[in-house]
């Protein structure tokens, strides 16, 4: 199995792709965190119990940016599930990889949690104000032998966040990003996707899980990518989960050799 049981979408492809996306799903209309009255509570993924610390009060601390990390998003762990107990190519092409990096994992870190195990490493990263509860809920969720390093990566300061990583990879090349939720602005994409393209060599598989929600945001995204000479993969709803098959959209992509 590979990522080409997936669909190609080219450029000729994207508006008609973005259509049919969205016409063919039933969007979720809340905004897709979890909306827990307390801070502290557990998600079951699979057999797995994941014990989950939010902070409000983190969010109306912030009266600007970078807010959306406090909370837990529900594309992760829809993902995280699908990856442990689906067979499709990417959890056969994920399972017993080497080096992983998330890009705002947010404070849950659930797909460290979850899939650090099917890894050699697990790099979760995220901007600074988010690393302490990050590490918080990661420990309390840990794995016997725990191979989940925390890395500040900040897309808008790509140097600092590449210099973090170089530091703890030691010339390991990366074999899967993953981002979840990172999708949803404008502004942010070329900075997310510089912050990709550094990471990936040809090998390097790009796995980012979107809630769908504006559609020109998705199809500049996408746009984007192809113009920074990604290959990109959807994957059809066929291999998804019943969680998954509405409302989110999950993509893979490769450097053009
Ligand atoms: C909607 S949240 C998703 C969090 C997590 N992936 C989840 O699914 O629960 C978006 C994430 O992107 C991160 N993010 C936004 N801008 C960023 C930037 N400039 N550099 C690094 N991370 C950023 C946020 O901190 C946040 O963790």
């Not at 980012?208 to 059809?236: A, P, T, W």
């Amino acid at each position: 199995m590979s990522l080409s049981d997936f669909t190609l979408i080219g450029k000729d492809d994207l508006y008609e792709h973005v259509y049919l996306l969205y016409s063919g799903s039933k969007l979720n209309n809340d905004l897709g965190y979890y909306p827990s009255k307390a801070d502290k509570f557990v998600i079951p993924i699979g057999e797995l119990d994941i014990e989950i610390e939010q902070s409000k009060s983190g969010v109306y601390a912030m009266h600007e940016t970078g807010t959306t990390g406090f909370y837990l998003w529900k594309v992760s762990p829809l993902f995280a599930e699908w990856m442990l107990y689906h067979k499709h190519p990417l959890s056969d092409m994920f399972n017993g990889c080497g080096v992983v990096v998330e890009l705002g994992s947010g404070v849950a870190g659930i797909l460290a949690s979850t899939l650090s195990t099917r890894c050699e490493v697990f790099l979760a990263t995220d901007q600074r104000h988010l690393l302490k509860l990050l590490a918080k809920n990661i420990g309390s969720n840990r794995q016997p032998k725990s191979n989940i390093k925390i890395v500040e990566f900040d897309w808008e300061n790509i140097e600092l966040g590449v210099s973090n990583l170089e530091a703890t990879l030691e010339k390991r090349q990366v074999d899967f990003v993953l981002a979840f939720d990172t999708i949803y602005n404008s502004f942010l994409l070329d900075h997310f996707i510089a912050a990709t393209k550094t990471l990936c060599n040809s090998e390097t598989i790009v796995v980012v899980g979107i809630q769908l929600r504006d559609e020109d945001v998705l199809l500049e995204f996408l746009q984007k990518m192809l113009d920074n000479s990604f290959q990109c993969y959807h994957v059809d709803q066929e291999w998804l989960s019943p969680g998954l098959k509405n409302g989110y959209g999950i993509y893979c992509f490769k450097l053009c050799s």
